[in-house]
């Protein structure tokens, strides 16, 4: 079938397969490979985007799905200037990551739950990134990222 | 990990959804969300020929108060019922419950009327609506029909919708005794629960206490009869037959039961 999925607001048109997964169709049709393809059993979170401004796992939703909806990944984080989103700073800051394989999941979740609760308290943010694993098991230093992107005032809602 | 081919067919109306499931016959599956049937399809235990997406039937996403009821659309998404404040208000048993399902991501796309039409014994809310005596109701090509939640989950990951039939809106009974509680007890937040326990005044259920989510009718009984909660709670296991799996025994499951009703009555009781 035709899909034409918006992705970090450029418009991707492609014939797919129906039971094309939209973290395939990020990867592979898109060409963005920021979006990691982890567990592939919606538990790890490595494959988080945003779908019309919320986190999903995107090895759990067709590309069909999502057609003619707005995609972003972590590569559609930072402004057209190249500046910095909030979450990417606060990563960088705080060093947010070991390895870096579960990191573009963990922004995007953190981008999602900063749009819902820009101000969230610590216990917020580890309950809010549940659905990522990372698997250095750095959670602290995530944690500490996110709320620094918090404090920094510029919430995901720009992503969204 | 990818699906098994199929076809995806979109439904644009509720009619369009019930005749492309006519057409595709034993073959079909509804699409809502997602999340429980396409991890199911990557491990082939699920096959469908043509899967029917209803996800975009905005007509069948609403949360409202009508007559004695709340009336929930059965596309309505974990997160819009764990956000509710008329849910809040009225059953904050629900909206509880939605947000303790799988995670934020989970709950962006899942929804309550997929999770209820899977009939899996270890999701929560087919337990939760049981507690809360709701009542389903299915539109197939000869019109709507209601069933009892008692009467709804039928077998392993079976329920009584016929082949075509479209779970369409949930009805819950403004609850007679306001006190709830949900215990859920997992190895990580994303689980499923190793076991559950809904209570809603004298009304109990158990999440993954054998091949269908059930209520616990030996707790119930001595509730009834006037026991309190540590003597209702030793009826837990009563009649259930829960599986051992990697999670927990048999006997543990059991224990976990007897030990969560008994959690979950006094803190019910706590919010009468």
Same mark, same amino acid.
């Given at each position: ?57 995107? /090895? ?34 705080? !060093? ?5 394989? /579960? ?30 694993? /990372? ?15 918090? %404090? ?9 | ?81 764990? !956000?509710?404040?008329?849910?809040? =208000? ?6 509880? =419950? ?6 934020? $991501? ?81 190895? %990580?937040?994303?689980?499923? =629960? ?8 004298? $009304? ?52 976990? =039961? ?15």
């Amino acid at each position: 079938m035709k899909v034409a999925i918006s992705v970090n607001g450029r418009q991707v048109e492609a014939e797919v397969e129906d039971r094309l997964l939209l973290a395939h169709f990020v990867r592979e049709q898109a060409g963005l490979t920021a979006t990691n393809i982890g567990c592939d059993t919606t538990s790890c979170g490595a494959c988080t985007v945003l779908l019309d401004g919320e986190s999903v796992k995107s /090895c759990t939703v067709l590309a069909a799905q999502a057609d003619g909806h707005e995609v972003t990944t972590c590569e559609g984080l930072a402004g057209a200037d190249g500046r910095w989103h909030a979450v990417q700073q606060g990563f960088h800051a705080e !060093h947010g990551l070991q390895c870096g394989f /579960c990191t573009p999941g963990m922004m995007m979740a953190a981008v999602s739950l900063l749009a819902e609760n820009p101000d969230p308290t610590e216990e917020e943010v580890r309950t809010g990134l549940e659905g990522n694993l /990372c698997r250095c098991t750095g959670y602290h230093n995530i944690v500490r990222a996110v709320l620094a992107a918090a %404090r920094d005032g510029q919430p995901a809602a720009e992503a969204s | 990990m990818i699906p098994a081919p199929f076809f995806y067919r979109r439904a644009g109306t509720v009619e369009e959804a019930l005749d492309l499931a006519a057409g595709a016959g034993d073959d079909g599956k509804y699409l809502a969300g997602g999340h429980s049937l396409l991890p199911l399809m990557k491990l082939r235990f699920a096959v469908p020929e043509v899967l029917i997406d209803i996800g975009r039937l905005a007509e069948l996403s609403y949360i409202r108060a009508e007559d004695g009821h709340i009336a929930v659309g059965a596309l309505t998404r974990h997160h819009d019922l764990e !956000h509710s404040e008329l849910l809040a =208000a009225e059953l904050p048993l629900l909206a509880h =419950a939605a947000g303790l399902v799988g995670d934020p $991501q989970v709950r962006h796309r899942g929804t309550i009327g997929g999770s209820l039409a899977h009939g899996d014994a270890a999701s929560d809310l087919p337990a939760v609506a049981l507690a809360l005596d709701a009542t389903l109701v299915a539109r197939g090509p000869s019109g709507s029909r209601e069933i009892a939640a008692t009467e709804f989950f039928s077998g392993l990951f079976e329920t009584a919708l016929e082949p075509g039939e479209l779970l369409t809106e949930i009805r819950i009974p403004k609850p007679a005794q306001r006190g709830w509680s949900f215990q859920k007890f997992t190895k %990580r937040a994303i689980d499923w =629960a190793i076991v559950g326990v809904v209570v809603q005044g004298g $009304q109990v259920a158990l999440v993954n206490m054998g091949s269908v989510p059930m209520r616990a009718a030996g707790v119930e009984r001595a509730l009834a009869a006037g026991a309190g909660p540590a003597d209702a709670a030793a009826h837990a296991a009563e009649g259930a037959s829960p599986v051992a799996d990697l999670g927990a025994s048999t006997a543990y499951r059991e224990h976990l =039961a007897r030990v969560l009703t008994a959690r979950a009555l006094a803190e019910a009781a706590s919010r009468n």
